[in-house]
């Protein structure tokens, strides 16, 4: 069974025939909302809406050890989390689709493991190449079948949000390597790799970064609106090719 984790822009999916909804416990808590089982394009596919599906769930309150813990108990066997960015590399403009390859975590405080406590194991993970090799190349053959271009590799720095970032704080970031900047991708990614499911993230870049191109004095939230409708059109058609 295909997980889909919807971020800014993708607060449901429309496109599931045959949809039902699931509240599932865990010992982490609640997931950020009920999940939605349906079929698309006759695969077997659980979507699960990152902010909840009125969007109040802010990056840094997201549960993320009850989302991806409850994705792995109802038998999710791949995972595509798609998350809304900044674009930092100067080709990647608004309305751009990426397959990042990399991360850097400038997060904090975030529950970031399930190996934690008295009773559990001190357990480390290979996080070497953070995103799935075999699930990258099924997006990127899916993208191609459609006709969709995707960028292929690129790093994606993850901030703590919710605040947007200072235009120093993005050349900071273009300096460490990032070519994207979101606020999300971590931990959601190691959990994943802790819980060995298949993980990938689809960006779609919104805006320029803070201090580049359209955002060079000023961030405008008004526009990323109208960027998000025709991407997330996009975005649905490559996950309905996906195989």
Same mark, same amino acid.
């Given at each position: ?39 698309l394009d ?25 989302n ?16 809304t ?6 080709d990647l403009?608004?309305? +751009? $689709?990426?397959l990042?390859?990399? =991360?850097?975590?400038? %997060?904090?405080?975030?529950? !970031?493991?399930?190996?934690? *406590? ?8 290979d ?25 292929d ?36 990614? +190691? $959990?994943?790799?802790?819980?060995? =499911?298949?993980?990938? %993230?689809?960006?779609?870049? !919104?805006?320029?970064?803070? *201090?580049?191109?359209e ?22 058609t490559?996950?309905?090719?996906l195989?």
């Open positions: 069974m295909l997980g889909i984790i919807g971020g800014s822009g993708m607060a449901v999916l429309d496109e599931l025939a045959e949809r039902r909804r699931q509240v599932v416990r865990t010992p982490y808590g609640d997931p950020s909302c009920p999940f939605l089982f349906g079929r006759g695969q077997e596919v659980v979507f699960l809406s990152r902010h909840g599906f009125g969007h109040t769930i802010t990056p840094h309150q997201i549960n993320y050890r009850a991806l813990w409850a994705l792995d108990e109802i038998g999710v066997k791949s995972l595509v989390s798609v998350a960015v900044g674009g930092i590399r100067a403009e608004p309305g +751009s $689709l990426l990042p390859d990399q =991360i850097i975590d400038y %997060t904090h405080g975030r529950a !970031a493991t399930f190996y934690e *406590g008295p009773d559990q194991p001190v357990i480390h993970i996080f070497t190449e953070p995103y799935d090799a075999g699930l990258r190349a099924r997006v990127l053959a899916a993208a191609a079948a459609v006709g969709e271009t995707l960028f590799g690129g790093t994606y720095g993850c901030t703590q949000g919710p605040r947007l970032e200072t235009a120093a704080e993005i050349r900071r970031l273009e300096r460490d390597g990032c070519d994207v900047v979101g606020m999300t991708a971590m931990p959601e990614a +190691s $959990l994943a790799r802790e819980l060995g =499911i298949p993980y990938v %993230t689809l960006a779609v870049i !919104a805006n320029d970064a803070a *201090g580049r191109g955002s060079a004095r000023r961030i405008s939230l008004e526009a990323i609106g109208g960027v998000l409708d025709g991407a997330m059109r996009r975005v649905r490559v996950l309905r090719a195989r």
